[in-house]
């Protein structure tokens, strides 16, 4: 009797470590999706479209509370409610990630620009607002290594807007299809936002019509970018840990977004 009375202790503790296992995964994963949801999200940067400020490579948290909360702040962007909740809007200048508004579903990182009500306009590569050219200035061209090991050199400048913000640009083209552009005029509750390597950019700029971005409605703002976490030169995969330190980008490691 005592040694089956044992084997059921034994067994009721195993069910009971078993189930403690399960509920503290539980906790584990619900509160990382609330960090997620009101907090911070990692996101990496896929493309060259805000070079120099992101790279390629480059892993970022975002804090979804910088502009309140919106069905895409949500995971699978959950369809809860409409608009935001505790909303503000983003500072010209702030580099923020949105849902891309032509479906809704694909991260997008730009610069905003343009605040609702604003006239913005691209005449021989200088943005301007509220018909006053955004003051820039050329500086030392931007030197990188591109995925083939070659060395390259584009213009770049220091763009300032009009509330002070500082930000490079690059200009790859002086003549690019986008240096020269129509006047748009930013709806009430929409924002403008446009890539900082400016000629290699799909950005509000091209209508969402014809596979742009166009205006950027309050509600599609995920975030806006804080600080690099992680930055990697894409010269080691994840399982070849003794690459990781020449890929590693130790330069870009937890600095700031600006």
Known sequence: MAKAKNS???????????WDTIRTVAYAVIAAMVVRSVGLEPFNIPSGSMIPTLMVGDYLFVSKYAYGYSKHSLPWDIDLFSGRVFGSDPERGDVAVFKLPRDNETDYIKRIVGLPGDRLQVLDGVLRINDVPVERTQIDDFTFTDLYGRTRSITQFAEILPNGVLHHT??????????????????????????????NS???????????????????????AEFIFYSTNGGAEIWEIW???????????????D
Not at 210 to 220: C, K, T
């Open 170 to 199: 690059l200009d790859s083209n002086p003549n690019g299809n986008l240096d020269n552009t129509k006047i748009y005029t930013v709806p009430k509750g929409h924002f403008f936002a446009m890539g900082d390597n400016r000629d």
């Open 8 to 18: 059921e202790n034994t067994k009721k503790r195993k069910s009971s470590g078993f």
């Open 243 to 257: 690459k990781w330190g020449k890929a590693t980008r130790f330069e870009r490691l937890f600095t700031s977004v």
């Open 202 to 224: 799909i950005d509000s700029r091209i209508d969402n019509t014809y596979s742009g971005v166009g205006f950027i409605p309050a509600e599609n703002l995920v975030g806006r």
